[in-house]
């Protein structure tokens, strides 16, 4: 499908996950939107429903920005049921947000990225339009010890880089994640892939390489170094995760330097729906 695509276009989604609420207070949410704010982007914020019952000011507070909310699960529990129990709890997460804000919900990640096969029929069965569960790498990260906590400071790095983008690739097609473009995953269900390399995967994860408020610079370096190789091997559609409790306020510079670069690599910045709307009609 990806040669339907004329023109190599690079479009990237700024996407966060919301679980609980527990970190993402409206101080946390200003400050993250101060940089959105600052570049005139929308983001799209995957939020479960149970946290937007315990939050709604905070819902409301994203919505008033102009952001875009999605769902994330009726709670933060893996979609790994049969289809008609996701199905159910699909129903019960898009009722809440119908509800409490009179939105309706037409995009979905399933926590931790964690989902079986039948999800894909659950989601059409519930009349969604989009997902972003599934995740692609354009440099190999993860499970590979010694790089994941070196990376791109590893002076083994530019020698081993094609390797690893190797790996990554086929990663990404036994996930069926190697497309460049949003692909219908099921009729009616574009799959628009994430980067597997998030705010988690650098800061929080256990496994490092643990950066500290003061190297943002080398969280924006890695992430800029997957964008580079993706727009240079013909572009497409890249979406980030940047958790809001994550990022800010403390890693809020590197999701700016991100940003900023990209600008000047000519990249647009859309959020998940519009991408949704834009890649339905051509394909």
Not at 3 to 17: F, L, V
Not at 45 to 59: D, N, Q
Not at 206 to 232: D, L, Q, V, Y
Request: aromatic residues 14%; charged residues 25%.
């Amino acid at each position: 499908m990806e040669s339907q695509n004329e023109s190599k276009q690079s479009i990237i989604c700024i996407t966060g996950d919301i679980d609980y609420f527990n970190t993402e207070s409206i101080e946390c949410l200003r400050s993250y939107f101060s940089v959105l704010h600052k570049y005139n982007i929308k983001g799209t914020f995957f939020i479960t429903a149970k946290a937007a019952e315990e939050y709604p000011e905070r819902v409301e507070y994203i919505l008033k920005n102009r952001h875009d909310v999605e769902g994330h699960g009726d709670i933060h529990m893996a979609f790994n049921e049969s289809v008609q129990l996701q199905e159910i709890r699909l129903r019960n997460m898009k009722k809440i947000f119908s509800d409490l804000f009179d939105i309706d919900i037409n995009g979905f990640r399933a926590p931790w990225y964690k989902h079986n096969k039948n999800l894909f029929q659950a989601l059409s069965r519930t009349d969604m339009r989009f997902d972003c569960s599934r995740k692609r790498f354009e440099i190999a990260f993860k499970n590979i010890p010694y790089f994941r906590k070196k990376y791109m400071y590893s002076p083994f790095y530019p020698p081993l880089k094609p390797f690893l983008k190797f790996i990554a690739k086929a990663y990404n097609f036994t996930h069926n994640t190697d497309h460049r473009y949003p692909y219908f995953i099921y009729p009616g269900i574009l799959e628009i892939p994430t980067l597997g390399i998030s705010d988690y995967s650098l800061i929080g994860d256990r496994n490092g390489p643990k950066f500290s408020p003061n190297e943002c610079n080398k969280i924006a370096s890695i992430w800029i170094e997957c964008s580079t190789s993706f727009i240079a091997s013909g572009g497409g559609v890249l979406t980030i995760q940047a958790h809001p409790g994550g990022v800010s306020p403390l890693y809020n510079e590197a999701l700016d330097l991100f940003i900023r670069e990209n600008i000047k690599k000519g990249s647009n910045f859309l959020p998940a729906e519009e991408v949704c709307t834009m890649f339905s009609k051509k394909l």
